[in-house]
């Protein structure tokens, strides 16, 4: 098992900037590719960004391309997200995810974490 953990939601004005952080146990941290997800009221999970296990590739959502960034720091097991010129539509619980494979699909992802609340007011 491994067990994912975010923090460093919170709330934000509009172009405003906040870093989430997800911190992994359990397993080999540097085996699995990483992926954010987030869910807002009403609306299905969707696809933020993810890495690859030695962070040679990434890939983001339409939605936030450059205005997101993911990384992942292997030595301290933990993968971020880094959200600048936030929107209102930004808000959701946002997850993060492990799996074998770089991918956009929630169903590749094997673990998953609790969530972590942001919320951007206009």
């Known amino acids: 098992q491994m067990q994912l953990v975010e923090s460093g939601g919170g709330l934000v004005q509009a172009g405003g900037s906040l870093r989430v952080s997800c911190a992994a146990s359990?397993?080999?941290?540097?085996?699995?590719?990483m992926g954010w997800f987030r869910q807002a009221p009403g609306k299905e999970r969707e696809f933020v960004a993810a890495i690859s296990r030695n962070s040679g590739s990434t890939t983001y959502a339409d939605s936030v391309k450059g205005r997101f960034t993911i990384s992942r720091d292997n030595a301290k097991n933990t993968v971020y997200l880094q959200m600048n010129s936030l929107k209102p539509e930004d808000t959701a619980v946002y997850y993060c995810a492990a799996g074998t494979a770089l991918s956009k699909w929630s169903r590749t992802y094997d673990y998953w974490g609790q969530g972590t609340q942001v919320t951007v007011s206009s």
């Open positions: 359990g397993r080999t941290f540097i085996t699995y590719a």
